[in-house]
């Protein structure tokens, strides 16, 4: 029996990030579906939630996420420009976002030709390697090719249908609040959420005890 998991999932988390390359693995690996659902990051879905967020937070978060991409063997450098434009300083939300809205809706379009992961995989690599103004030149593009898709084609079906785009991302947005948690990287299966890159363990183990099998 082929066992599905859901995975809500953000362009600017670089936790996000750090646990796409293993969903990957666990996708192959496995005998299970792996339901990519892209959301908004907080910044947009919760306004003002880093109002109250103690100013150490974002000190401790880079470098956490650095030493995990170390142990992980993956690149990280915080992305220039940052997917969400935002005064670090300050923690205030720009009005102006020229780059989520275009990457989460991107997002979706890959999932509903169902590469959805493997979009994200690669554009969230290219996002934290290092690259300055990625969304510039033929770095997205490319990043698209590695996904096996074409941005062109993508924008294209974007702008054809945006409100459609859109609607599809309020409701993975709601289904994320109906599991009971905000956070992303977040996965649910059978109903019961898991939070984390860090639960990525716990959740195999869940999923074994109902009976996961690795592919053939």
């Known amino acids: 029996m082929t066992l ?3 995975v809500f999932w953000s362009f600017r988390s670089p936790y ?24 908004y990051p907080i910044a947009i879905r919760m306004p003002g939630f880093f109002d109250h967020i103690d100013p150490r937070w974002l ?16 690149p990280f450098v915080w992305p220039n420009p940052d997917p969400i434009v935002q005064d670090l300083t300050t923690r205030k939300i720009l ?7 275009r990457l989460t809706r991107l997002g979706v379009a890959a999932c509903k030709r169902g590469r959805g992961l493997a979009f994200a995989d690669e554009m969230s690599r290219m ?23 074409d941005l062109a084609e993508l924008d294209a079906e974007i702008n054809a249908d945006p409100d459609g785009h859109d609607a599809l991302i309020k ?11 905000w956070g992303v990287p977040l996965m649910v ?14 959740l195999l183990w869940r999923m074994q005890q109902a009976g996961l099998q690795k592919r053939a």
């Open 4 to 6: 599905e998991f859901d």
């Open 16 to 39: 996000s990030y750090l646990a796409t390359h293993r969903l990957v693995a666990i996708e192959r690996d496995y005998d299970v579906t792996l339901n990519f659902r892209p959301v």
């Open 59 to 74: 000190g401790y978060l880079l470098r956490d996420a650095k030493r995990v991409a170390d142990m992980e063997g993956l």
């Open 95 to 101: 009005d102006e976002q020229p780059y989520i809205f």
């Open 127 to 149: 996002i934290f390697s290092g690259i300055t103004n990625w969304h510039e030149g033929d770095h997205m593009a490319g990043a698209v090719n590695k996904a096996g898709l």
């Open 171 to 181: 409701q993975n947005e709601a289904d994320q609040a109906a599991a009971n948690h």
């Open 189 to 202: 299966f059978n109903g019961e959420p898991f939070f984390g890159q860090d639960r990525l363990d716990v």
